[in-house]
């Protein structure tokens, strides 16, 4: 994407201000110079400056090093979680570097990884929890069972 500013060339009377008179310029001159100014644009030909200035684009490359730290703090079975913060690492290290490629490559892997540890940290902890609610009412109703049959000893 290129900017591109141009710059107006003086006017003629501000040229002939700036010619005539060795001395600095008065008060008196700069006010009607202002007045002059305001009547609108040269009918000169003279050319117009034209300046271009090109701004490279930076190319944002999302690294996911705070989805993969929260995957390797809380979701992180199999150890998907530190092995997706270690790409993130790596994602981060390329885009310092500049290999914008490289970054890309690196993201890629790590986004892949967080969602896999995502996914079975949420389904393994959901199981987890289900296993332990099941044993926990199958522990109560044998104590029950136990109970009833040595009637309370």
Known sequence: ??????????SLHQE???????????????KSQHEMD???APQTSAPVATTVITIPRETSVPDHIVWSLFNTLFLNWCCL???AFAYSVKARDRKMVGDIIGAQSYASTAKCLNIW??????????GAVALLVFACIAVYEMALQHAK????Y
């Open 1 to 10: 994407m290129a900017t591109v500013w141009t710059t107006p060339a003086p």
């Open 16 to 30: 002939t201000l700036l010619k005539a008179s060795p001395l600095p310029l008065t008060l008196e001159m700069i």
């Open 38 to 40: 305001g009547l609108g």
């Open 81 to 83: 979680g530190f092995v």
């Open 117 to 126: 540890a995502l996914v079975l940290g949420i389904f393994l902890t959901i």
């Open 149 to 152: 049959s040595n009637r309370g």
